[in-house]
């Protein structure tokens, strides 16, 4: 598995829609959404573009099986997240209805955070 790749093409995916969600809020004056907008572009494209260059720097936190849990930590968490967040701000679900998805989702997020910095602290010298 190329984990540098691969978080490249998930942040590419990820910009690609929040791209499309800015200019649909442009064009239409609607920022409803604007929270959703930040989530996708920040927790989905910012920090998987920082994880695919800090893993094409240090190529050794790519050995082993950590690098790997932690790209599908990420990629399930920070999708279940996104997805949550914009069903919410479109008033499709509610607070009540994300439960017990929502902690479920940003466990995950949180578990993968924790894995990359044990690999940082392991192997990025």
């Known amino acids: 598995m190329n984990v540098s790749r691969n978080f490249l093409l998930l942040g590419s995916a990820f910009l690609f829609v929040g791209i499309l969600m800015g200019m649909y809020m442009g064009g239409s004056g609607n920022h409803s959404l604007a929270l959703s907008h930040a989530h996708i572009n920040l927790l989905g494209f910012v920090l998987s573009a920082v994880f695919a260059l800090t893993y094409k720097a240090y190529p050794v936190m790519t050995e082993g099986r950590l690098a790997s849990i932690y790209f599908w930590l990420h990629f399930v968490g920070a999708v279940m997240v ?44």
């Open 82 to 125: 996104n997805l949550l967040v914009f069903l919410l701000l479109a008033q499709i679900i509610t607070e009540a209805a994300m439960v017990p998805i929502a902690p479920l989702s940003e466990l995950l997020v949180l578990l993968g955070i924790l894995a990359f910095g044990w690999n940082v602290i392991k192997n990025a010298h």
